[in-house]
């Protein structure tokens, strides 16, 4: 395998016999490249021989960190997704491995096969929410975990620098009907005994070949809403978290008198909740219902949550009188995995979406219909109340859309770093008439005001964007003034950030 570049021009003898790989694909825990679409202008940052050069470099790293190579694949529902799989296998296969190919798949259930397998390594192709065009792989080597910053670097290194380790035995293995025994897994145990409307919202992804059937199998009566699997994503991106997706939900929780809506973004490993009155309900604040439930369950357990979540987990007097520690930790799957594994926690909750259930919930990864099961359950064990009703039990906070400016991977950290330096001056001094008492640098910059307010700033892992969110506890509008007279007038003094995708 030739050494990659970075330089390859489509529609060239160059691209059709070297291998292209973008050094920017290479993120703090998965990868994720623009693959293309025709018509498209930009140009490509990855190859078919550069996932064959990636496949090649897992391989030779699975062997470094002295696992069993034996590997679980699988494929999201994109047009570009299983010639891509295909020629990560064949790196796989030239590196040694045993793969196991799941086929069609989401990302929780290649993490649940590593089990049913007894699979080491996962390697599952995806670009998750991302738009048609992106292209990635999420993958681990000591399962329920993934790759993080160490792993992930050290693959850059391997496959960048050509560090090619070929070995002999390796092999591909189709597995059948694993979608079938994943979703009686998901389902297993769960037996609604109260009558419960849901919409399944999938997005055209690929959630919608195996949300209804799981939901379904837990009792409840299913209404889909864009299920149907097609890869042009016709309406928009399968993203619980973007305003479009959570407004048609809210529309459809309506028009059916539904008691919740249930949101899967392009993978399934995350969930998006509105409820019974179409009010969307994010997911750092469904992550306080269900660690409210939870904790009554399992009393003394404790909660993981990432730096973009309500701070109302640090008030709640309910988690309070269960003992429920909560803590704070950095934004993303990788992070919240390890985290709540190393702290034992019960669960682990992203503002993002993803939901971490460890035993006896669940096994440890991230899995949207695992997450959907415990919101059904918290709704069985509690009869008398809507899902609205259990939204309002919350302390009140006016909490921002997450929103993503524009930055390039090449600048984006640079920028946070000028911030979290800016926020760290400001420590002590007043913010929109509030003195700042606390700068979180755990992942960019979470600056928290002396009334619990908050504003946070940081790099995306796996676009070339900034995150910001703002928390008001004062009213909707100063949560608006949060951003529009804070953060972005501040983020908007650096030339390298550019439009934001969505505002409040």
């Not at 002999?168 to 597995?175: D, K």
């Amino acid at each position: 395998m030739p050494k990659p570049r970075a330089d390859i021009a489509p529609n060239t003898i160059e691209f059709e016999t070297l291998p292209l790989v973008k050094p920017t694909g290479f993120r703090e825990y998965d990868a994720r490249w623009w693959f293309g679409i025709p018509g498209s202008d930009k140009a490509p940052e990855l190859n078919l021989l550069g996932a064959e050069a990636l496949g090649l470099g897992m391989a030779t790293l699975f062997h470094e960190l002295g696992v069993t190579p034996k590997v679980v694949t699988g494929h999201d529902f994109r047009s570009i997704s299983l010639p891509i799989k295909n020629a990560l296998k064949l790196g796989l296969v030239a590196g040694g491995c045993e793969v196991l190919d799941v086929g069609l798949a989401l990302s929780p259930m290649v993490y649940w096969a590593q089990f049913e397998l007894d699979a080491d390594c996962c390697a599952m192709v995806t670009a998750s929410h991302n738009e048609n065009g992106w292209t990635g792989v999420k993958m681990g080597a000591n399962k329920p975990l993934t790759f993080g910053p160490d792993e992930m670097g050290r693959l850059k290194e391997i496959v960048l620098n050509g560090e090619f380790q070929p070995r002999a035995g390796g092999g591909a293995f189709r597995v059948d009907d694993l979608r079938e025994k994943y979703i009686a897994s998901v389902s297993e145990g769960i037996s609604l005994k109260r009558k419960i409307k849901v919409v399944a919202a999938c997005g055209n992804g690929t959630a919608g070949a195996f949300a209804p059937e799981a939901l379904r199998a837990m009792g409840a009566e299913v209404i889909e809403m864009d299920c149907d699997l097609d890869n042009t994503f016709p309406k928009y991106n399968p993203n619980p978290e973007d305003s479009e997706m959570l407004h048609a939900m809210a529309k459809a929780v309506k028009e059916h008198g539904a008691d919740v809506a249930l949101g899967f973004d392009g993978d399934g490993d995350r969930c998006g909740v509105v409820d019974n009155t179409g009010e969307e309900i994010f997911a750092d604040k469904i992550g306080l219902m269900l660690a409210r439930d939870l904790s009554r369950v399992h009393p003394g357990r404790s909660f993981v949550v990432d730096v973009k979540s309500t701070g109302l987990y640090k008030t709640d007097p309910v988690l309070k009188e269960n003992g429920a520690a909560v803590d704070y930790f950095k934004t993303g799957h990788s992070y919240i995995k390890r985290r709540t594994t190393e702290l034992d926690a019960l669960a682990g909750f992203e503002k993002s979406g993803h939901f971490f259930f460890r035993p006896p919930i669940g096994l440890g990864y991230d899995d949207g219909i695992v997450a959907a099961g415990a919101v059904l359950q918290m709704l069985d064990r509690n009869p008398d109340k809507t899902m609205a009703d259990l939204r309002e039990e919350l302390g009140v906070a006016y909490t921002s859309l997450t929103m993503s400016p524009h930055c390039d991977d090449e600048l984006k950290y640079g920028v946070i770093d000028k911030m979290v330096e800016e926020y760290q001056g400001l420590e002590g001094s007043e913010i929109l008439g509030r003195k700042v008492t606390e700068v979180n640098t755990v992942n960019g910059a979470r600056v928290t005001l002396d009334d619990g307010s908050w504003v946070l700033v940081r790099a995306s892992s796996n676009k070339p964007e900034l995150v910001v969110v703002v928390e008001s506890l004062q009213s909707a509008d100063d949560m608006r003034d949060l951003f529009h007279k804070e953060v972005k007038p501040r983020l908007g003094k650096h030339s390298e950030v550019g439009a934001y995708n969505q505002e409040i």
